[in-house]
């Protein structure tokens, strides 16, 4: 009876050793983790918050890598519980990167609406000014080269709405702002040749 | 019977479990430490911008790491006596050297870049300014002020781009912007060698009129388009400069009537015209079109190069009403009204009167 006792507790401890060898590394947070990840790609952290993505993006491979080496060792040697956290830490990573970069998207798009409607009415104020401007023979060539010149902004306008549709807002920030600049100068020109030309 | 079957098993439970452990101790360790190398280069290797300045050798790196991982899960589901992390040691061996090379490649590449960037900024901001300050006066074809507007702005878009640190975006954008500029300056400069092949002739006139004023001891006039001058010799010397406006396409010779062109030549003044006679406060009445003109008007009629019923136009004077800073004549010499006073009080009919592009030359006016 007593070896009866004594055999039935080793084998089940046995068991036990041997069940928890088995121990499987935590797929469910990784997963999780990785679709959190793609996530913030998706939302296109990696070009609105490129560093705060780069970070999270080395620090996931980092834990797979722990979680491998993990997996390498001898069974009483495993322990997930650090790598489950960094796992959960990336997935709240992630998650706040998403809303960050969609947060950034926006300010963009935002500022970019803003920029277009600015140098739509530049334009349409520049060529108001166009025809208040002295239009003897002096004026003539100079207005036709700022004709010329608002020909060109009008083409960058459209050119930045093509952008815009297309969700290049950094690209299209670019374009606008340089268009607003020239639009601004030749304001300024238009401005300073008909205050010339009521003084005289 | 029982007892026997009871410790056959628990014998094989011990022997299966001292073997596992056995297994466990000897079998091959996974290479940690090489594995956090590779990841920190890679990580390295990201934070230098690998993926956009050495794309390439990032592109492999990141594959490369997919499969060393995935040799690692497939080695590591193995029993653990039967694992081998040869393979795997190669393929993280290989992954962090292509890390570190994207690494190093990103860090030259987008030095050079900024550094690329900086300099032809600076240069095209220079050029953007002179050809403003220095061709944009001149009489040029809207086609030309056109591309130069949309150079300008191809320029600052890449000034917009390098402040954001969108590197790629700004380099690919100045490449475009060097090339317009480049263009856009051939064609004025190619216009102004053509101007300037008359260069000679020019400086024979004026040193013809410098010594004819030494000479008779008189006042003569020169009139120098290309710097907006209008010179007053006494015995050969200069004596007044006054600041002249011209016609609307000055560059060339005035070929016909309309053409909006101011003659170049040797002529002289055939009438003072006093402000009752004139909507230009004073004039200067000069005689072209000259015996020269004439001749040129003609064989270009000869020619073809000018149509049958052209006609050779006159009238052409320096006259006040000027001071507009900018030209808008229709082929004569605008000068102030002061001025167009000092210089109505100063010569006669007779004077002499040339007309040049330039008195300096082209070399040495845009260099």
Redesign the interface.
């Known amino acids: 009876m007593k070896n009866k006792i004594l055999f039935s507790v080793l084998t089940l401890g046995l068991l036990v050793v041997l069940a928890t060898g088995c121990q499987k590394a935590p797929q469910v947070q990784m997963d999780l983790a990785k679709a959190a990840v793609d996530s913030a790609k998706n939302a296109e952290a990696d070009t609105y918050i490129a560093a705060e993505f780069n970070a999270i993006q080395d620090s996931l491979n980092m834990v797979m890598t722990n979680i491998e080496t993990i997996n390498s060792q001898s069974f009483w040697k495993r322990n997930y519980k650090p790598s489950i956290a960094q796992l959960d830490a990336i997935v709240v990573a992630s998650n706040a990167a998403v809303t960050n970069a969609v947060a950034k998207k926006e300010e963009v798009k935002a500022k970019v609406e803003t920029s277009l409607t600015e140098a739509a009415a530049l334009l349409a104020e520049d060529q108001a000014l166009i025809l208040k401007a002295p239009k003897g023979k002096e004026g003539k060539a100079a207005l036709e080269a700022i004709q010329q010149d608002l020909t060109v902004i009008e083409a960058s306008i459209a050119e930045t709405t093509v952008l815009f549709n297309e969700g290049k807002y950094m690209a299209a920030n670019d374009k606008i702002s340089a268009a607003i600049e020239k639009a601004n100068s030749i304001k300024q020109e238009l401005n300073d040749a008909i205050a010339k030309y009521k003084k005289r | 019977m029982r007892?026997i079957v009871?410790?056959s098993?628990?014998l094989v439970?011990?022997a299966g479990?001292v073997l596992?452990l056995t297994g466990?101790?000897y079998?091959p360790?996974?290479p940690?430490k090489e594995?956090?190398a590779?990841?920190k280069s890679?990580?390295f290797a990201?934070?230098q911008g690998a993926s956009k300045y050495a794309t390439k050798e990032f592109t492999e790196c990141i594959s490369l790491?997919r499969k060393t991982?995935a040799e690692?899960?497939a080695?590591?589901q193995l029993w653990?006596i039967r694992?081998d992390?040869s393979q795997l040691s190669n393929l993280i061996a290989q992954t962090t050297e292509i890390a570190v090379l994207a690494g190093k490649k990103a860090i030259e590449k987008s030095g050079s870049m900024k550094q690329f960037i900086e300099e032809t900024q600076a240069h095209l901001i220079e050029r953007d300014k002179y050809f403003t300050e220095k061709f944009?006066v001149l009489?040029l074809e809207?086609k030309t002020?056109?591309n130069h507007?949309?150079a300008?702005?191809?320029l600052?878009?890449a000034?917009?781009?390098s402040d954001?640190g969108?590197l790629n975006?700004a380099y690919k954008k100045l490449i475009v912007a060097y090339e317009d500029f480049s263009e856009l300056e051939l064609t004025v400069r190619k216009k102004l060698d053509e101007y300037f092949e008359s260069y000679p002739v020019w400086d024979k006139w004026y040193k013809h009129t410098v010594n004819k004023s030494k000479e008779n001891k008189s006042y003569a006039i020169v009139v120098d388009k290309m710097a907006h001058e209008c010179i007053l010799l006494k015995d050969g010397n200069v004596v007044g400069r006054f600041e002249a406006e011209l016609s609307?396409n000055w560059i060339g010779h005035k070929r016909q009537q309309g053409d909006m062109a101011t003659p170049e030549g040797v002529y002289k003044i055939t009438k003072k015209i006093n402000h009752r006679n004139t909507k230009y406060h004073k004039a200067l009445l000069i005689n072209y079109p000259n015996d020269n003109d004439i001749l040129n008007f003609e064989k270009s009629i000869r020619e073809g190069l000018l149509s049958s019923s052209a006609k050779i136009g006159g009238l052409i004077e320096i006259h006040g009403d000027g001071g507009?800073?900018?030209?808008?004549?229709?082929g004569c010499v605008a000068l102030a009204n002061s001025d167009i006073d000092k210089l109505y009080a100063m010569v006669n009919t007779g004077t002499p009167v040339t007309i040049v592009g330039s008195l300096i030359p082209l070399q040495e006016l845009f260099n």
Do not use: C
């Open positions: 007892k009871f410790f098993l628990f439970v011990i479990s596992y466990s101790v079998a360790k996974g940690a594995a956090h590779m990841e890679i990580a990201r934070r790491h991982m690692w899960r080695q590591n653990i694992r992390y944009r009489p809207m002020l056109k507007s949309e300008h702005l191809l600052k878009e000034i917009e781009a954001r969108d975006s609307l507009k800073g900018k030209d808008w004549t229709e």
